[in-house]
């Protein structure tokens, strides 16, 4: 990682448990996580995996039960003036964070648009809302920005959807919307969690592509929550991947899809739907995601995990460093681990993905 680059987040060891009924769910284990001004990094894994925690966290807005037992957020940008500014999330309270931080310097596009939007509000009232309260942007100024930004976002005949209500309006469309009120502050991060799984599969494209096109003209960080594998490698620079409140492998977008390292993020990569290969089921990794109510000894995933060792059930595996950016948690990285090699569907299949790329970038 080239050190001229700008810091704008920096999460280190970061653990967060919740207080529930049934006992102190221990849902965040030590995430450390950057990201550098105009990247973009996606978190991927399972359901439960603690992705959208960690960046409910970064943006100050966990639930009440949940209790941060350790570590630090700090988020760097820059006031109206251009003095830089540095702080850590997590020791401001929830009146300064609303005013200083949500929506206006960390914007969040959620999965469902309807619960984003209020049913009984007009879009146009709803864009604008946070310009004026930010910036005391005059009403008429901040109304004839918000048709731009609808313009922006892709929506026809802009004037007359302002006073539309999220009804109104089409799936595709509502997302748009949310992405307009999103960028209305021109943050410096937006955090994208799941912004495509309620629509259907042509709209999700025009939505990447959308968040794609607004991230190089305006130069915003983004971080992608996925689970979905063939969005990451359309938009991400980084991945991330967590299991059980972890993340255990990180690097490159190449050096996740082209040499993964941990069993966990093969079973992730085996499991994409593929085409052209050989098996009729589609692969599952085995087993179900631990609960972690009941925190094990050892490492988490070595239940599922067929290449599992001894020491899986004894000691948490450390984050073994392959290249300068490539990292991952598991104990088949330790010299003294007997010599395990992805399986060879995955192989095939990652000479494909490969191949498929160099052909694309060969007609580009």
């Not at 987040?9 to 995430?31: C, K, N, P």
């Not at 255990?248 to 052209?276: C, Q």
């Not at 599992?308 to 330790?334: G, R």
Request: net charge neutral; aromatic share 6%.
């Amino acid at each position: 990682m080239a050190e001229s680059k700008e810091k704008i987040l920096e999460i280190r060891d970061l653990d967060i448990s919740f207080q529930t009924t049934a006992g102190m769910v221990h849902a965040i284990r030590g995430v450390n996580l950057d990201l550098y001004k105009g990247e973009t990094v996606a978190i991927v894994g399972e359901s439960g995996s603690g992705k959208s925690v960690t960046m409910k966290a970064a943006m100050g807005i966990l639930a009440s039960n949940a209790r941060v037992t350790r570590g630090n957020i700090q988020f760097s940008y820059h006031h109206e003036d251009g003095t830089p500014e540095t702080v850590d999330i997590l020791t401001k309270d929830k009146k300064w964070i609303r005013r200083h931080i949500n929506g206006k310097r960390i914007a969040m596009v959620f999965q469902d648009p309807m619960t984003s939007l209020d049913p009984t509000m007009p879009i146009g009232k709803q864009i604008i809302e946070g310009m004026i309260w930010h910036f005391k942007t005059p009403k008429k100024e901040a109304w004839n920005r918000a048709v731009e930004l609808l313009k922006e976002v892709g929506i026809e005949d802009p004037e007359k959807r302002m006073k539309n209500y999220p009804h109104q309006l089409s799936g595709g469309m509502r997302q748009r919307v949310v992405i307009a009120i999103a960028l209305s502050c021109n943050p410096d991060l937006l955090i994208c969690d799941e912004p495509t799984t309620a629509l259907d599969v042509t709209i999700q494209a025009k939505i990447i592509e959308l968040i794609r096109r607004i991230q190089r003209e305006r130069g915003i960080s983004v971080i992608y929550i996925t689970h979905d594998l063939g969005v990451v490698a359309k938009v991400a620079d980084y991945v991330n991947v967590m299991y059980a409140g972890k993340i255990v492998e990180k690097g490159s977008i190449n050096e996740i899809f082209y040499d993964p390292r941990h069993p966990y993020t093969w079973g992730l990569l085996s499991a994409m739907p593929d085409l052209d290969t050989k098996d009729e089921r589609l692969y599952t990794i085995p087993g179900s995601p631990p609960n972690l109510l009941h925190e094990k000894k050892g490492d988490a995933f070595a239940p599922r995990n067929r290449y599992a060792l001894e020491i899986d059930d004894k000691a948490e595996p450390p984050m073994f460093q392959i290249t300068d950016t490539h990292y991952a948690a598991t104990w088949l990285l330790d010299p003294r681990a007997p010599k395990v090699e992805m399986p060879r569907e995955l192989k095939d299949r990652i000479q494909r993905m490969r191949k498929e790329a160099q052909d694309i970038g060969g007609k580009l």
